[in-house]
């Protein structure tokens, strides 16, 4: 695999070019109004002594910045989806499985949406494949909470109820109680700035427990894979194929479905945290790192002192993060990688610069940064034939043709109704929403994350108006 540097596929350099020609007409237009009216020469004369040069270092300078952060366009699409409609479950689900199992992080009153989360992708998938579901909680199970999601599943399932070990939720076991009060003080003022659950002292364990600690719990430590559900979760379409065994295959790391912007008062020193991590470590900026920058058109010394001042969401060369980010609760994940050397050691880092409780940083951002710094952009995944729902955002790929939805089998007789096929469509018995709301926030930080695995692009006049592909190599918006 390799990339093309011609500048001609830099999609930012047409703007830079576009933007200098700009500025040239308007300095010769100013320029020509001064001459004729004779007046304030002198001023004029050594204003243009000290403009014109440091116009010449601009038009130098940013041509480079642009290369330097561009994201290398490769020579083919390098994800697509494992598969296009409806495979037959009972010859797929027949495969050798690979060593995975499903999390769910869960409280026992939240009951009833852990039952019909489960109930959803029992139906939906799991009644074929049959993985386990393992459920974790921060304080031991009821009784009724054991019962009712045990009868959830179908026969073959099997279902385990794990208290998370000491040491692994809450504060970090050297934090004392001096830094732990200071911890708390924190949090209540980011409650008071409006900072979403910055005030809830769960949250922020939650937050913190996912980015690190969860990979090194000992009910995970017999898998290879995880998939992760949430309570309140649906799933839109049938997925009658084994997304652990075609990650293996296809030798990927992370997946995910839906990606969206970060709210940047959560985790305003996150990135720079990441990026000095990145720098001590010797880690070099790919395409994968450049895919989360924004494109800035400030002069050489603006963006050092947005990064010497440590401006929010700089990092400490002055780049923006376009804190895009995935939404981590669903992710299906290679547990290798996640209690590995590489990754824990970052965990580490950031849980030693307190982040986690003086600001709010989530699982997602750090998973985010985490996939981009330390992984090539080939092993990451989106799974865009996956209809997923969360709240008020939500993901579903369309159907499929109709002749790949395999009408006549048997397995997939007690589907119900389908959406009908659209055009890109590449779903099994998908059931997408009636359009309440756009998918993926218009799917920007879709398009942003992909392009380092993405040959077929939004052009610029797409992103100009807001359109933006659906997936890699599927311009269209299915199901819409």
């Not at 002594?49 to 366009?73: E, Q």
Request: include cysteine.
């Amino acid at each position: 695999m390799s990339y093309h540097r011609a500048s001609s596929r830099l999609g930012t350099l047409p703007l830079a070019f576009d933007l200098l020609a700009r500025v040239g007409q308007i300095l010769m237009l100013q320029f020509r109004r001064l001459r004729r009216s004779g007046r304030n020469g002198r001023r004029f004369k050594l204003l243009l002594k000290i403009a014109l040069p440091l116009l010449v270092l601009y038009l130098i300078d940013l041509p480079i910045h642009l290369y330097r952060t561009r994201v290398a366009r490769p020579d083919q699409d390098l994800d697509q989806p494992f598969a296009t409609g409806c495979l037959d479950p009972l010859v797929t689900a027949a495969q050798p499985r690979e060593n995975a199992t499903f999390v769910m992080l869960a409280r026992n009153s939240e009951i009833e949406g852990a039952r019909a989360t489960v109930a959803n992708i029992e139906r939906q998938f799991n009644r074929w494949f049959h993985y386990p579901i393992l459920f974790l909680n921060d304080v031991p199970w009821s009784e009724e909470f054991k019962d009712v999601l045990s009868r959830a599943v179908s026969n073959g399932t099997t279902v385990n109820f794990e208290v998370i070990e000491k040491g692994k939720w809450g504060f970090p076991e050297g934090m004392n109680e001096k830094e732990k009060t200071k911890a708390k003080w924190q949090m209540k003022k980011q409650g008071e700035r409006g900072v979403g659950y910055g005030d809830m002292e769960s949250y922020h364990h939650m937050c913190r427990f996912y980015s690190g600690e969860f990979y090194n719990l000992e009910a995970l430590r017999p898998y290879k894979w995880y998939w992760r559900l949430e309570p309140s979760v649906r799933y839109s379409c049938a997925l009658t194929y084994d997304p652990f065994l075609e990650m293996a295959r296809h030798n990927k790391v992370y997946g995910w479905t839906i990606a969206l912007w970060e709210v940047g008062d959560t985790c305003p020193s996150l990135f720079r945290t990441t990026d000095a991590y990145r720098i001590e470590k010797g880690i070099p900026r790919t395409p994968a790192w450049n895919a989360l920058f924004q494109v800035m058109w400030f002069p050489a010394p603006v963006r050092w002192f947005l990064g010497l001042f440590r401006v929010r969401e700089h990092d400490n060369s002055g780049n923006k993060w376009n804190m895009c980010h995935y939404w981590s609760n669903f992710e299906i994940g290679n547990l290798d990688f996640f209690r590995g050397r590489e990754y824990q050691d970052y965990f580490r880092y950031l849980d030693s610069k307190g982040g986690f409780y003086s600001e709010r940083w989530g699982d997602a951002p750090v998973h985010t940064l985490a996939v981009h710094m330390l992984l090539p952009p080939e092993k990451i995944h989106h799974f865009s034939d996956i209809g997923y729902e969360h709240d008020t955002l939500w993901q579903c790929p369309g159907n499929a043709p109709m002749d790949r939805q395999l009408l006549g089998n048997k397995a997939l007789r007690d589907m119900g109704k389908m959406t009908p096929p659209s055009e890109g469509g590449t779903g099994c018995r998908c059931k997408c929403q009636e359009n309440k709301r756009r998918r993926n926030i218009n799917s920007q930080c879709t398009s942003e994350l992909t392009r380092p695995v993405a040959f077929h692009r939004p052009s610029w006049w797409e992103r100009h108006n807001g359109v933006y592909h659906y997936a890699v190599n599927n311009p269209n918006n299915p199901g819409k």
